[in-house]
């Protein structure tokens, strides 16, 4: 090329009687010349010039990128001044020693190569895939190597990068090189501030690669080409119906006036606006009985979003959808067994569920601009995440090791092809409900995921080493809201520690109004004692119905407490949970063998998602509980009432029992002696189960005095026994009084 333009032929360019300052010779530019390799046109140094030495020149690539619109500008003339040919320094597949910074592009860890000659940055096809494959745009620029030779480039991607606390939104250029390293260009140097000294300490070469969980199958990629429309840019659009919101029978609508714009955000504001009207979310309207204002939302890219304030509009008015969510424990228990996982985000993810013509009225904004009606399910409704829950539960409905909690789908597979198939049912799912994925924030074929606060693997469920991280370098709290803060986060992996409430106790302690809140050297212990517990890599293994199940339960005289796990192929016991609870003053007075037994129960209860409707191990080291509680054995008639009733409620299980020596027994005796400071009422006389006569669900909670007396009303037997009972009982009785008998 003359010019370095793909747009023309070389003997159709306007340079070919150009003479070239560098060699003298007619037919091309200075920029192109073969004979120069020290200087960079457009303003891009050389290799000498950008003062970094480079050795190997053999083993390396100098690509250029080459805008071809600009090329057209250039009519005529000698000077090749004019001709904008952007350099990218050198791209090297050699083991040199290179200035290198770690950054998290995408939320993903990348080592890239510092180079301030360099005018793009880039990465390969293989590094596009491990940062989850970012959307990519047509990318005005070619790239060539000096013999002329073209690169071809995939296409440019804006990414989220983070270098310490540093975030910004940077262009991102994929080539298809397999082996160039990760290429920092010098406008990504402008944008962030790198810690030189940190950069020049090290000394190690840039990797190839990221360091890779298993590797993605070749299917992978035709899977994923497959259901592209799932992963398409833009909102999706559930079809299988619309959501309806239900108000209170005494609802009446409110008005409220818009809020005033902060100037820096009125810009911001009305782009959202319109590209909310664009993809279909909201739709203008003149009036409404309903108007709520909204709240602007920072997000991490620099846009906003905009949120109803409906707190103090429509939810005190809603109905609200009680369908339960499911804990961390059963959604880890529904993956357990897995070995690679893929998690998977909707894009926008409320945003993708239609609103029903009456409930759009009732969502209208009132902005700056006027009114607006949400024809999509939007954010800040208090019913939302019961009703996105409920539906994403019902698309991926017998779906093999798959879990969802409202936007995060957790898929796992005992190995590639089982992982395949699995998620290959799940995006084929989606694809019919008309619901789509934000690419970027997918993870595929993964030997860990952190999900819902932790880090989710083939060993088990471990502490998120970032949370524990902030537990462990967290200063001591000096105010009350700083020492609940730092108890909501420990609290969450309180199942992760045994114990967790009594070493925790003496700080709590300090959020009573009655206590005096002075840090005294008794919560200087329990802090240090509660973060080092925190720290330690406790791993929980999920739950898989192929393992045998143990329960092993064991009672001091402070408390009781309790271990369920699996025996795995290998033989080893590992923990699922654990639970302990201290005894009230009444269980204080127990003989042995009766705390002994409360502990047993106490665990089957507590674990009764584990325990109930498979077979189960019991650990005790109560010798003679193995005789009274033992399933073969009837219910002794000269055991304790107590040990009568406790022994038909486990009748309702299927177990064994078995006896093993206190030495051998240390897990749960631990928890018994440190119990945790929660209360827990004695409940001898509770059914195990319960359910209504009409199968209804948690809708219909609680369950109140009221509506017991409401149904004893209705039933003719209760009143017939209300009226025996106040003026005495007759000689004869129907069958179906039999029951009451025992009141008289």
């Known amino acids: 090329m003359r010019c370095g333009s793909r747009q023309h032929l070389s003997a159709e360019c306007q340079h070919r009687n150009t003479k070239c300052h560098a060699c003298g010779k007619l037919g091309h530019l200075k920029a192109v010349c073969l004979s120069s390799q020290k200087t960079c046109a457009g303003g891009a140094p050389s290799s000498q010039q950008s003062g970094l030495k480079f050795s190997g020149h053999k083993n390396r690539k100098s690509i250029r990128a080459v805008h071809p619109d600009e090329s057209e500008e250039h009519r005529g003339g000698e000077s090749d001044d004019s001709a904008k040919v952007t350099w990218i320094s050198q791209v090297c597949s050699g083991k040199e020693r290179h200035l290198s910074a770690q950054l998290h592009i995408n939320g993903r860890p990348l080592r890239m190569q510092v180079d301030t000659g360099a005018c793009a940055s880039l990465v390969s096809k293989q590094h596009w895939k491990q940062l989850g494959r970012p959307r990519l745009q047509n990318a005005e620029v070619q790239l060539r190597t000096w013999t002329g030779e073209s690169i071809p480039v995939l296409g440019s991607a804006n990414v989220e990068v983070q270098y310490g606390t540093q975030t910004c939104e940077l262009p991102l250029i994929v080539t298809s090189l397999e082996k160039a390293s990760p ?53 999706g659009n559930f079809t299988q119906h619309s959501v309806k919101l239900r108000l209170q029978e005494d609802a009446l ?3 409220c006036k818009a809020r005033p714009v902060p100037y820096a955000l009125k810009s911001k504001i009305d782009a959202e606006l319109q590209r909310m009207q664009e993809v279909g979310v909201i739709e203008p309207v003149r009036h409404s009985d309903w108007a709520t204002p909204v709240v602007p939302v920072s997000k991490p890219n620099g846009t906003i979003r905009l949120c109803g ?18 804990t961390p424990e059963e959604l880890y228990d529904a993956v357990g067994g897995g070995k690679i996982f893929s998690k998977l985000d909707l894009s926008e993810c409320y945003l993708q569920f239609p609103l029903d013509e009456a409930s759009q009225d009732l969502t ?4 700056h601009k006027g009114l607006f009606k949400f024809k999509r399910l939007p954010y800040g409704v208090s019913s939302a995440p019961a009703l996105c ?3 994403m539960e019902s698309v991926l409905q017998g779906a093999s090791s798959t879990c969802c909690r409202i936007d995060d789908i957790l898929v796992a597979g005992k190995n590639s092809e089982d992982h395949l198939s699995n998620l290959r049912e799940v995006l084929n799912r989606l694809r019919k409900a008309g619901l789509r994925l934000k690419l970027e924030k997918c993870r595929f074929f993964e030997s860990g995921v952190e999900y819902l606060g932790s880090l989710i693997s083939s060993e088990g469920v471990r502490k998120s080493p970032k949370k524990v991280e902030a537990i462990r370098a967290s200063p001591k709290p000096t105010t009350v809201s700083e020492l609940r803060s730092f108890l909501g986060l420990a609290n969450y992996y309180a199942k992760h520690v045994a114990n967790f409430s009594t070493k925790a106790a003496p700080l709590y302690k300090l959020l009573r109004k009655d206590t005096a809140r002075e840090w005294t050297a008794s ?16 791993v929980l293994t999920g739950y898989n119905p192929d393992w045998p199940l143990i329960l092993a339960a064991d009672a001091s005289s402070v408390g009781i407490g309790a271990i369920i796990s699996h025996v795995v192929p290998d033989g080893t ?33 507590k674990f009764h998602n584990y325990t109930y409707g498979q077979k189960i191990t019991i650990i005790t080291d109560h010798q003679p509980l193995t005789s009274i509680f033992g399933p073969k054995n009837g219910v002794s008639a000269t055991a304790a009432a107590r040990l009568q009733r406790w022994a038909l409620t486990l009748a309702a299980y299927d177990y064994d029992i078995r006896y093993k020596n206190t030495k051998q027994h240390g897990n749960a005796d631990f928890l018994s002696r440190l119990p945790l400071a929660t209360q827990l009422e004695a409940d001898d006389s509770r059914g195990v189960f319960w359910t209504d006569e009409e199968g209804q669900g948690s809708e219909d909670w609680p369950l109140l005095a009221k509506d ?33 008998l025992t009141a008289t």
């Open 523 to 538: 919560q200087q212990s329990a802090w240090e004692a509660l973060k080092e517990a925190l720290a330690s890599d406790t």
């Open 183 to 235: 290429l920092m260009d010098r406008d990504w140097l402008r944008n962030i501030r790198l810690n030189w000294k940190e950069i020049f300490a090290i000394s190690d070469p840039v990797p190839p690669e990221i360091s890779a969980t298993p590797t993605a199958p070749p299917e992978l990629d035709g899977l994923l080409q497959k259901f592209a429309d799932v992963f398409e840019p833009g909102l």
């Open 573 to 605: 016991e590992k923990p699922i949970a654990f639970a302990s609870r201290s005894l009230n003053a009444a269980e204080k007075n127990y003989a042995q063998i009766e705390k002994e037994a409360l502990a047993i129960i106490f665990g089957m209860k």
């Open 253 to 255: 609508p409110k008005f």
């Open 389 to 391: 829950q409920q539906i």
């Open 364 to 367: 209208t904004i009132n902005t």
């Open 708 to 740: 017991i007396a409401s149904a004893s009303q209705r039933d003719t037997d209760l009143q017939e026994v209300l009226r025996y009972t106040r003026d005495g009982w007759p000689h004869a009785w129907r069958g179906s009084q039999e029951p009451y």
């Open 309 to 326: 304030d409906y707190k103090v509009t429509l939810n005190p008015q809603l109905k609200i959808d009680h369908y339960p969510m499911p």
